[in-house]
């Protein structure tokens, strides 16, 4: 689907967009799966120090922020950076959830995807991360 923030991207069917001032989700039926994309414009140190400052704030917008790291990786042959943390989720109700993030620069920009998700469904939060990490297509 092409978002009218000018991207494309593969979600699941069902899932319902929201937006807040800078970000696009996309959320199942259930609430319990949430893709989320930003477009930013790059900043100092790439997307690796991006995602160094975002894991040193966790704890500051994940409550109950741990298992957390960041590694470099790519992303379609470009510098990219891997955030993955585990924290306590949106209420004491939803329980614990788990975050896999990336970031990456693109002809002056700076995308960021990830998906959120509950800790006792990581393998199909992977394939819902991947699926959207590999379909995403940034605007012309």
Same mark, same amino acid.
Request: net charge negative; hydrophobic share 35%; proline share 6%.
């Given at each position: 689907?092409?978002?009218?923030?000018?991207?494309?991207?593969?979600?699941? /069917?069902?899932?319902?967009?929201?937006? @807040?001032?800078?970000?696009? %989700?996309?959320?199942?039926?259930? $609430?319990?799966?949430?893709?989320?994309?930003?477009? @930013?414009?790059?900043?100092? $140190? $790439? #997307?690796?120090?991006?995602?160094?400052?975002?894991?040193?704030?966790?704890? @500051?917008?994940?409550?109950? %922020?741990?298992?957390?790291?960041? /590694?470099?990786?790519?992303?379609?042959? *470009?510098?990219?950076? *891997? =955030?993955?943390?585990? =924290?306590?989720?949106?209420?004491?109700?939803?329980?614990?959830?788990?975050?896999?993030?990336?970031? =990456?620069?693109?002809?002056?920009?700076?995308? @960021?995807? =990830?998906?959120?998700? #509950?800790?006792?469904? *990581?393998?199909?939060?992977?394939?819902? %991360?991947?699926?959207? *990490?590999?379909? %995403?297509?940034?605007?012309?």
């Amino acid at each position: 689907m092409t978002d009218r923030q000018g991207f494309r991207i593969t979600v699941p /069917v069902g899932y319902q967009r929201s937006t @807040d001032d800078r970000r696009v %989700f996309y959320v199942s039926p259930d $609430g319990a799966f949430r893709i989320g994309i930003k477009v @930013d414009t790059a900043t100092a $140190g $790439g #997307p690796l120090g991006a995602m160094r400052r975002s894991d040193a704030n966790g704890a @500051d917008t994940n409550p109950g %922020f741990r298992d957390h790291s960041v /590694v470099a990786t790519t992303h379609n042959g *470009l510098p990219a950076a *891997l =955030w993955e943390f585990t =924290w306590n989720g949106f209420s004491a109700a939803e329980g614990p959830r788990h975050t896999f993030d990336v970031c =990456w620069d693109e002809n002056g920009r700076m995308y @960021d995807v =990830w998906v959120s998700a #509950p800790v006792g469904r *990581l393998a199909e939060a992977r394939s819902h %991360f991947d699926t959207a *990490l590999d379909s %995403f297509v940034p605007a012309g």
